[in-house]
């Protein structure tokens, strides 16, 4: 399992002590502090329910390939690999995968990618479909949880490297 104390954007831009964008990550420890902590609510809770830690990790690894965001495509892979069940939920992290055969998880990806790539045009009837497939309210509010985090990562990530880099 991924270490839980290490700051994961620290680690995926590779910033070291004593550097000018850990110095700026510093000024706001708070922050910094509560985006690690949704980290590990989203992804590693105490109780997984209805989505395993694979299956969070995959649907992780999946959206940071959606906006080509490598360190964390290779972080999400890491943290894929490092569950049981990995190999079952494998093919969710490719973005091109549809879900195949399987009508529940093909919502679910219909969703992530959607509220992803277009999130102005999700609307009630992209929830009212995973009702249909079987999720509940609490399913729902986890997979929004999780879609929201990693999304925020995400550009988190994207405009720290943007600093970094120039």
Sequence with gaps: MADTQTDVIDEVLGLKPGSALMALREKREKIKHLTQTSYKAALLPKEPRNFSYALRAALAARMAALWNTQELVSHYQALL????????V????DKSFDGGDDARLRAIL???DLVTRQPRAATRENIDKLYVVGLDDRDIVTLAG????????ILVVAGLRMLRDH
């Design 90 to 93: 494998r093919p969710v992290a």
């Design 110 to 112: 219909a969703h992530v």
């Design 146 to 153: 999780i879609i929201a985090y990693v999304n925020y990562q």
């Design 81 to 88: 690999d490092s569950h049981g069940g990995a190999d079952a």
